[in-house]
């Protein structure tokens, strides 16, 4: 192997691994705000809507503006290459990427959802109870459409 083709090797070979680093980190990343900003204020929500935590609209109020708020970050997170198969410990469908425009309409649902939530809020816990599965109802739909569930 001659000098350049040992180049050539070379730099292939850390390429290669800073772009395996880069979509770990952008699958941990997005998982972390799927967990830590959407699904515990929407399990704190829950609990506020079931009565197990005393019902507090101000607290309900603003877990829904952290979801709203969360919607408009995560859909930034998905780089090309972090699609299952891709990227290590991915979720994500190859759909995102071929039908973009449906991933962000299903953000924007989450968003609209999050605002009747939060105004239900407004009228109390049992009107803010029949609103908050809405918000289960959005992750839902693009969940089925968008993720492929892990076999961990």
């Known amino acids: 192997m001659n000098r350049l083709s040992k ?3 070379i730099f292939g070979a ?3 691994g800073f772009t395996t ?3 770990a980190d952008a699958v941990k990343d997005r998982r972390a705000v799927m967990k ?5 204020n929407f399990g704190m929500s829950r609990k506020m809507a079931k009565g197990t935590i005393p019902f507090d609209k101000d607290k309900a109020r603003q877990a829904m503006m952290t979801i709203s708020a969360a919607a408009d970050k995560f859909v ?3 780089p090309k290459g972090t699609e299952v198969g891709k990227a290590p410990d991915s979720e994500a469908k190859p759909e ?3 039908d973009m425009k449906g991933f962000l309409a299903k953000a924007d649902d989450l968003k609209k959802v999050t605002a009747n939530v939060a105004n ?3 009228q109390g816990q049992a009107v803010f109870a029949k ?3 809405d918000i289960g109802k959005a992750c839902g739909s693009c969940h089925k459409v968008y993720r492929q569930k892990s076999k961990k």
Request: hydrophobic fraction near 75%; charged fraction near 10%; aromatic fraction near 12%.
């Open 7 to 9: 180049i050539f090797c």
């Open 14 to 16: 850390v390429a290669l």
């Open 21 to 23: 680093a880069v979509a």
């Open 36 to 40: 830590k900003e959407i699904a515990a």
């Open 76 to 78: 930034k997170m998905f």
């Open 96 to 98: 995102i990427w071929s």
């Open 120 to 122: 239900a809020a407004l």
């Open 131 to 133: 609103a908050v599965g």
